[in-house]
């Protein structure tokens, strides 16, 4: 009893500590030392992570070592509303703006583009193999190309609340985008929100919820996640992404833009 006790309050007391340490670039995620990548990588597309002991398809039939299962929300909007998206169709061919729990479908099936800014949530969470330390978050940028020209269309024209969340935020328009810390603020108590820190220790009772906020004028920017752990002597890093495919961020310049009115798009007029 008093050691799980002790193990709770460590989690309590140190869960964001010292400073995020990334890179930028296009290299793939490293596997955990001695195992390959499709190892480090868990599961493409599903999230998961082998927990049980499972296999994991491709690695010959060895169970898979990553510690951790992860689930990723590649659509939220900030604040739930408000958002621009980028759709290669005329008006006619688009369809009214879905409510926010419904952007990704809404986005697959009109391979809308995020326009001008992402927001990703990802919860990494342990699979019963003992604590585990997130040491830090790299942004991996494995395609990059001028602004889409496409027409811009707006779910909404913005709520000016007053909660601005403690994120990541990610410059997609720098050459070796980092994610970096930054805090936010409670415009009601008029208390600011502390930025994350990594390293972060996850175990059974304590989960990783990592928001990041990346940014684009200047690029279409095909994008992930890589989180770096350590548990005991092993190591490696998992990728997150929009079920085995990068996220993707574009500039809209001066496209022209469509707010939804009445019942159908329409130009929107400063």
């Known amino acids: 009893m008093l050691l799980a006790v002790g193990l709770v309050a460590a989690a309590v007391v140190a869960p964001w500590r010292g400073d995020v340490t990334d890179t930028g670039g296009g290299q793939q995620a490293t596997a955990p030392t001695g195992q390959d990548d499709a190892s480090a990588a868990g ?3 599903s999230g998961e992570a082998g ?3 499972e296999d994991s398809p491709g690695t010959g039939g060895r169970p898979d070592p990553v510690p951790l299962d ?4 590649p659509d939220v909007w900030p604040q739930d509303c408000g958002h621009e998206y980028l759709v290669d169709r005329e008006p006619a061919g688009v369809p009214g703006p879905p409510v ?6 809404w986005v697959d099936d009109n391979d809308a583009v995020h326009g001008g800014a992402s927001v990703v949530e990802a919860t990494l969470r342990t699979n019963g193999a003992g604590p585990v330390v997130v040491e830090a978050l790299h942004v991996r940028v494995v395609d990059r190309d001028e602004p889409l020209e496409w027409p811009v269309y707006a779910t909404g024209m913005g709520c000016g609340g007053a909660l601005s969340l ?8 720098d050459p070796a985008p980092r994610a970096r810390p930054t805090e936010g603020f409670d415009g009601e108590s008029g208390e600011p929100l502390p930025a994350p820190r990594l390293p972060f220790q996850v175990d059974d009772d304590e989960p990783l919820a990592v928001r990041v906020e990346a940014g684009a004028a200047d690029c279409d920017c095909a994008w992930y996640l890589e ?8 190591r490696g890093t998992v990728r997150l992404d929009r079920d085995g495919d990068p996220f993707r961020t574009s500039g809209v310049g001066d496209n022209p833009r469509y707010v939804h009115q009445d019942g159908a798009w329409a130009p929107f007029v400063p």
């Open 43 to 45: 599961r493409p597309g």
């Open 51 to 53: 927990a049980d002991g």
């Open 70 to 73: 992860w689930t990723v929300r």
């Open 100 to 105: 926010a729990q419904d952007a990704e479908r």
């Open 166 to 173: 403690a994120a990541f935020r990610v410059d997609l328009d």
């Open 227 to 234: 989180a770096e752990w350590s548990s005991g002597t092993e």
